[in-house]
């Protein structure tokens, strides 16, 4: 049995109980039956709105696993935390802070590429489930996302075609700023008491970059590998505070 089904059979059995004397008192008082009516009366609960939930139901913070593995693991990845507020169960503004990471060689060009720099996002999500007092979540949202990044690129020595003389190839603190744009679709599940598991997968667009003399950067921290779109994925450790 799913954790939503658990959840919809015990508000179930609360509202039975708490509608137990509503049910005998009606039937003492139906002067048209013929015989005394059994069982308890089943009044159907009250329909949830967003008027059931107050304005501000809390925040939560959580970090993303996937980011801090490919972080230790791959080329590239970011250490990131986000902080959301909960407003009705139904809208949840997010902040999204990390330090994205890359060193990178290319085995064709010999190029190494670095970069540690900061990034942030800034969106809102909307929960599409209707069983909201479940706490588990289907939403959608969008992000703006923006970095000021410096990095580095090294690469072989180059030998000038008229002098012959040789000048290294190594480019320190280059800066870009590059925006984009992100659609998000989301998984969230309540685990135990206030800690939560959520999934998420975000197609990106670049709304705008600032490309240095030496040309565009690699990879863009909080982006990905650069380019015009890009796909990404996190999966959030949650808790409520």
């Known amino acids: 049995m799913t954790r939503q089904k658990i959840s919809g059979f015990i508000f179930l059995i609360i509202s039975l ?28 609960p009250v329909k949830q709105t967003d008027e059931n939930f ?20 791959a080329n590239y990845g970011q250490l990131e935390g986000q902080l959301r507020i909960n407003l009705k169960e139904k809208y ?14 290319d ?12 990034y942030m996002r800034l969106g809102c999500d909307i929960n599409f489930n209707k069983d909201k007092r479940s706490k588990n979540r289907i939403y959608g949202g969008m992000r703006f996302g923006f970095t000021s990044c410096k990095f580095d690129l090294q690469g072989d020595d180059q030998t000038d075609p008229v002098w012959g003389t040789v000048v290294p190839l190594d480019y320190k603190d280059k800066s870009t700023t590059v925006s ?3 659609l998000v679709f989301g998984l969230e599940a309540k685990i135990y008491k206030t800690f939560h598991i959520g999934w ?32 990404g994925a996190t999966f959030n450790l949650i808790f409520d505070i």
């Open 17 to 44: 109980l708490l509608n137990v004397n509503q049910g005998l008192a009606q039937v003492q008082n139906n002067q048209q039956s013929e015989q005394p009516q059994r069982g308890i009366q089943y009044v159907r």
């Open 54 to 73: 107050k304005l501000f139901e809390g925040m939560a913070v959580s970090v993303d696993v996937v980011g801090a593995v490919m972080y230790k693991l």
């Open 92 to 105: 949840f503004p997010v902040a999204e802070l990390g330090l994205g990471h890359s060193d990178h060689k």
């Open 107 to 118: 085995e064709e060009t010999n190029l190494r590429f670095k970069t540690d720099s900061p």
């Open 180 to 182: 984009w744009l992100e």
């Open 200 to 231: 998420s997968a975000r197609y990106k667009m670049r709304l705008s970059q600032k490309t240095p003399d030496i040309g565009a950067a690699w990879y863009v921290p909080g982006f990905g590998k650069n380019d015009t779109h890009n796909f």
